[in-house]
């Protein structure tokens, strides 16, 4: 009998014995411990869940700190887990991939079928001139071409850029351009909300601005009219269908030295524009595949969805890489969760049996707003376990979920991690109790605390800086092209110490509270822009001679976007400026990183080096004291 929570009077939501009596992980303390006496023994035994060509001769090699290294020696390559060893046994015939399109459409791949396209693209792609280590730009709708894309660049050796699709021209030309990549793999469109987003048309604009990369691959996908350049442009089904070699459903998978890169992936930074963050084959699978494994209990017979999109880490991790490491079934949508009504994702739970769903506070803000009703009217009993990530969830949209989607019987775990670090790094075990807005204690093996400005821990329920003080597998290995910068962003301020950029809490128990960024990084609805990136979009435009962008707290979104814009003489504020400046944002870097409020102002708070005192600004449009203001130029 599912007994559903019992909620004890210290705010704990403790698992059900049904649900305890299965879970992979039954006691969280024992393999904390495990790992905590011996961090190199822990990983080597998850390592060897997977397979590898060669072993590693060292686990962990920390001798040129913090450009830290795993499981050195040893040759592997995430696609010989992530299909290869699933094809050699029955799971050739288990489904990899199930795929809803926003116009209802259909597909499936089993691990065999997905094999067969990701070999046969891998070799498209060797056609084309790209080896081991060069990088491929995809920028694409959510469509099952992405993860074949992203495995076959990944199974050749070379190394995938993946700029997400909702991102547009200045956006997508600064990381092609800073990637040097050779080709460009998009598609005609994706839709969204019923509209079609014409990706193949804002890459013209990005080659317009940038020495072209040789060629583009194009995914017909709307079946809209294309621009397609002669000698750079080629349609995908026309290259699948080509007899490329005697042999192109078979592709061998390139073997790689565990600490090879796998993929770069643009994220915004504590200053300055966005920067690549590069992770590895070998590390990087061992951190991703256990940590999915314990802590969404991943079974045989799960059908898991991350409602992500892959141009995020989030995707990569934990759609394309993490399901069929382990051999899971995963679910992919395509489109709005609201379209063509509220209760799309509701329905598509029931439809294909979903038991675990991965997704964002502000998605649940979002849907939460048109009621119950909306996800009454379906099936969900299939669930049996729900996550969140990217933001910090409120006790109210966590309850919500837990109680209209989880039907109080489903514990939600809440994964606070970072593109830099790969893999959950605070969240709980299924096993766990559970506070709502609390993502409980670091992963095993993963030591965090909370830190004054001068890295001495600070009392329980005090806030401060949230830093980690192990290696981890699945950690960045560098930026790509600037190493400096990454010593300089994560471990220049507390030496030996990761600065995660996050402010956060511990309580007497424990449990870790994330409250947000301390930098120059504004998560709007879990997405993460820079304001460095989004100042510079405004200053593209004629109008604008100097700009400032700061977040503030937004009840569906967590954080939006506020601008102050200086005019250039001439220029008349208004309304009419207002939208042509969002429309302006909207269309170099995408319609997340419109701005909800711009203000016209005569001048800026600046330090006397020049530097924008955002945290000014801030505290003005909050109405709250501004603080030290004696930096203050001005
Ligand atoms: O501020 C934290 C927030 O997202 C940041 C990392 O963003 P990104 O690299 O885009 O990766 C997002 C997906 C892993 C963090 O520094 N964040 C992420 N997860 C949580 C979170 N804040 C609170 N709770 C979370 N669960």
């Given at each position: ?60 090699d920390?001798?040129?700190a ?5 499981f ?17 046994t029955w ?12 116009n209802?459409d ?40 992405t ?12 190394v ?24 460009i ?31 583009v691959?194009?995914?017909?996908h ?39 890169p ?5 994220t ?9 963050i ?18 969404f ?70 849907l ?7 996800p ?13 990530v ?5 006790p109210?949209a ?7 989607i ?10 606070w ?12 075990l ?34 401060g ?13 560098t ?104 429309h ?42 501004e ?7 001005d």
């Amino acid at each position: 009998m599912n007994e559903g929570p019992i909620q004890a009077p210290a705010e704990f939501y403790h698992p059900s014995t049904d649900f305890l009596s299965q879970v992979n992980i039954p006691d969280p303390d024992a393999l904390r411990r495990e790992a905590t006496d011996d961090l190199e023994g822990y990983w080597a035994r998850r390592a060897k869940e997977l397979e590898w060509y060669a072993p590693w001769t060292t686990v962990l090699d920390s001798s040129n700190a913090p450009f830290f290294q795993w499981f050195v020696g040893g040759k592997t390559n995430i696609v010989l887990n992530a299909l290869d060893r699933h094809v050699k046994t029955w799971k050739r015939n288990k489904l990899a991939l199930i795929w809803e399109g926003e116009n209802g459409d259909v597909r499936t791949f089993s691990y065999h079928a997905l094999n067969r396209e990701v070999c046969k693209f891998a070799n498209v792609l060797k056609s084309m001139g790209i080896m081991k280590g060069d990088r491929v730009t995809i920028y694409m709708p959510r469509i099952p071409e992405t993860v074949i894309a992203m495995l076959a660049t990944a199974k050749i050796g070379a190394v995938h850029s993946v700029v997400y699709g909702g991102f547009s021209v200045e956006s997508l030309h600064g990381r092609i351009e800073d990637s040097e990549s050779k080709v460009i793999i998009t598609a005609d469109g994706g839709y969204m909300n019923g509209k079609t987003v014409e990706l193949k048309k804002i890459v013209d604009e990005a080659l317009q601005r940038t020495a072209a990369p040789e060629n583009v691959v194009v995914v017909r996908h709307t079946g809209k009219d294309v621009n397609m350049e002669a000698g750079r442009d080629y349609w995908y089904h026309e290259l699948m269908a080509l007899p490329l070699t005697r042999n192109s459903l078979k592709c061998e998978t390139e073997v790689m030295d565990a600490e090879d890169p796998l993929f770069i992936l643009y994220t915004s930074g504590t200053t300055g524009l966005p920067k690549a963050i590069l992770h590895t084959h070998g590390g990087y699978q061992v951190g991703v595949h256990a940590t999915l494994t314990d802590v969404f209990d991943l079974k045989e017979e799960d059908r898991w969805w991350c409602t992500a999109d892959p141009g995020w880490i989030t995707g990569h991790s934990y759609i394309v890489y993490g399901p069929l490491l382990a051999g899971a079934t995963s679910f992919m949508y395509e489109g709005a969760p609201t379209f063509p009504y509220p209760d799309r994702w509701w329905a598509m739970i029931e439809k294909y049996g979903i038991s675990i769903l991965y997704t964002t506070p502000t998605a649940i803000r979002g849907l939460m707003r048109f009621g119950e009703a909306w996800p009454n009217r379906h099936d969900l009993s299939s669930l049996r376990l729900l996550g969140s990530v990217g933001e910090p969830i409120n006790p109210e949209a966590w309850k919500w979920f837990h109680k209209n989607i989880g039907k109080n019987k489903c514990p939600i775990m809440d994964t606070w991690w970072q593109t830099e670090t790969g893999m959950f790094m605070i969240a709980p075990l299924p096993a766990m109790s559970l506070k709502p807005g609390s993502g409980s204690k670091p992963y095993p093996g993963v030591i965090a605390d909370v830190v004054d400005e001068e890295g001495v821990p600070v009392k329980t329920g005090e806030e401060g800086f949230l830093v980690l003080k192990t290696p981890w597998p699945a950690m960045m290995r560098t930026i790509y092209k600037d190493p400096e910068r990454y010593v300089k962003s994560y471990w220049s301020k507390y030496p030996g110490m990761y600065l995660a950029g996050d402010s956060a809490r511990r309580d007497k128990d424990g449990y870790y509270w994330i409250i947000g960024r301390v930098d120059d990084v504004i998560k709007v609805s879990g997405y993460r822009l820079g304001t460095a990136e989004l100042e510079s979009a405004f200053i593209s435009h004629p109008s604008v001679a100097e700009a400032a962008v700061i977040g503030l707290p937004h009840e569906i979104k967590g954080i939006a976007i506020h601008a102050y814009v200086i005019l250039k003489n001439g220029y008349t504020p208004g309304e009419a400026l207002v939208e042509e400046l969002k429309h302006h944002i909207g269309h170099e870097m995408g319609p997340i990183a419109k701005p909800e409020k711009i203000e016209f102002v005569p001048s800026l708070p600046k330090t006397r080096s020049g530097k924008i005192m955002r945290r000014v600004l801030k505290a003005r449009a909050q109405g709250m004291h501004e603080g030290d203001l004696s930096t203050l130029e001005d």
